[in-house]
């Protein structure tokens, strides 16, 4: 990619919740407690207003997995908000780890992208 991270703040707070979403995502999967989909939202709006407004190949390049963080999410959301029983059931639970692997691998595929790993 062709932007320059050095003095880059914007693109360096991405990389950042980038990281917090892939520790979040693994922590959800690992335990399985679901609390922490309410820090993850905040860490997908605040990914999604910059990558969504940034126009440098740094984000441009990245739309793709974007959408499968923002659509996964939003799947989870509307999961669990279906779900009519205090206690999340058996589909609900497949539901959201599948939704949970494919933001998981998006991440992943990002930090290939940017050559962090």
């Known amino acids: 990619m062709a932007t320059d991270l050095v003095g880059n703040e914007k693109l ?12 979040q995502t693994a922590t959800v999967l690992k335990s399985g407690d679901t609390k922490i989909l309410q820090e993850m939202n905040g860490t997908v709006e605040e990914m999604y207003s910059i990558q969504h407004t940034g126009k440098e190949d740094a984000y441009t ?12 999410f939003n799947a989870i959301v509307t999961m669990m908000k279906s ?5 999340i059931d058996n589909a609900t639970n497949v539901a959201v ?11 992943v595929r990002i930090v290939y992208a940017y ?3």
């Open 97 to 107: 780890k599948k939704f949970l692997h494919n933001i998981f691998d998006a991440t």
């Open 83 to 87: 779900n009519e029983s205090i206690f």
């Open 115 to 117: 050559g962090l790993a």
């Open 61 to 72: 390049a990245i739309e793709e997995d974007m959408q499968v963080i923002y659509q996964n």
């Open 12 to 23: 360096q707070r991405f990389i950042r919740l980038l990281s917090d979403l892939n520790h």
